[in-house]
C-alpha cells in the first residue's frame, strides 16, 4: 500500500513550457486535491476532485487544468509554465465520510526560470 | 473568506517543556478543524482531527482543543522531545460537501532542544 505517491519529485521548466504533475493513490479515496505552497502564503488549494469525472477550482486556479477520469488517478497540467508558479505541490486525497483525515503525498518541488 | 492565524510563528524550547500552539479562524461555521505536522522537504502528516461538535482529540502526547464559538483550537504537546521539532499546521474545514477544501494557518515552526 504505497499511499500518495507524487511524481516527479523535482523539476525545472523554462517560462511557456508545459507540463503534468502526476498524483496517484491506491487507497480508493474519493476525494482529490492539489495544494501550493509558496513561503508567507501558506497551502492553497488549486482544484478538487469529488469522485471520477468530477472536479472544481479552488482557490488559486488560473494557469491550472484537472481531469478526474479514474479513482486513482488526479493528474495537474501547467498550460504554460511562469515564474510565479515555482513552488511547492501537495496532491491530498480523503476517503468518504464518516472519515475525513486527509492524507498528503510527499510534494514535488517546481521552479520555473 | 475564511482565514486562519497561527501563533506564534516560531517556538523554541528546552527538551521536556510542555507547550502550547494556538491557532484561530474567523469563520466559526467549520465542519472539522485537523492539525498537521511538516519536516522539511516533506509532505503533511495528519496529527488530529476534531469535527465541530467535538471539543477535544488526544494522541499520545497530544491534545487538541476546539471552540468553535469563539474561532480557537490549540495544539498542546506535552513533555515534548527533539524528535517532535517540525513545522505544525492547522486546517479548517467548511462544509462536508467540500470536505476535501481545506484552510490553512501559515504554521508554527517547532525546534525542540536536547
Known amino acids: 500500500n504505497a499511499g500518495v505517491t507524487q511524481t516527479p519529485k523535482f523539476q525545472v521548466l523554462k517560462t511557456g513550457q508545459s507540463m503534468t504533475l502526476q498524483c496517484a493513490q491506491d487507497?480508493?479515496?474519493?476525494?482529490m486535491s492539489w495544494y501550493r505552497q509558496d513561503p508567507g502564503m501558506g497551502l492553497r488549494l488549486i482544484h478538487y476532485?469529488?469522485?471520477?469525472?468530477?472536479?472544481d477550482q479552488g482557490e488559486v486556479p488560473n494557469g491550472y487544468n484537472v481531469s478526474r477520469s479514474t479513482t486513482e488517478d488526479f493528474p495537474l497540467r501547467l498550460l504554460s509554465a511562469a515564474p510565479s508558479q515555482t513552488s511547492v505541490y501537495f496532491c491530498?486525497?480523503?476517503?468518504?465520510?464518516?472519515?475525513?483525515?486527509?492524507?498528503f503525498g510527499p510534494g514535488t518541488r517546481l521552479t520555473v526560470t | 473568506k475564511q482565514e486562519v492565524t497561527q501563533i506564534p510563528a516560531a517556538l523554541s524550547v528546552p527538551e521536556g517543556e510542555n507547550l502550547v500552539l494556538n491557532c484561530s479562524f474567523t469563520?466559526?461555521?467549520?465542519?472539522?478543524l485537523q492539525w498537521f505536522r511538516q519536516d522539511p522537504g516533506k509532505g503533511l502528516t495528519s496529527l488530529l482531527l476534531i469535527q465541530s461538535s467535538q471539543r477535544e482529540q488526544t494522541s499520545g502526547r497530544l491534545n487538541a482543543s476546539l471552540d468553535k464559538s469563539s474561532g480557537r483550537s490549540t495544539l498542546y504537546i506535552a513533555a515534548s522531545q527533539p524528535g517532535d521539532s517540525a513545522t505544525y499546521l492547522c486546517?479548517?474545514?467548511?462544509?462536508?460537501?467540500?470536505?476535501?477544501?481545506?484552510?490553512f494557518g501559515e504554521g508554527t515552526q517547532l525546534t525542540v532542544n536536547p
Open positions: 491530498a486525497t480523503r476517503p468518504r465520510a464518516p472519515s475525513y483525515e486527509q492524507y
Open positions: 487507497m480508493n479515496h474519493e476525494y
Open positions: 469563520d466559526s461555521a467549520i465542519y472539522n
Open positions: 476532485s469529488v469522485g471520477a469525472g468530477i472536479t
Open positions: 486546517a479548517v474545514s467548511l462544509e462536508e460537501t467540500s470536505g476535501s477544501r481545506l484552510t
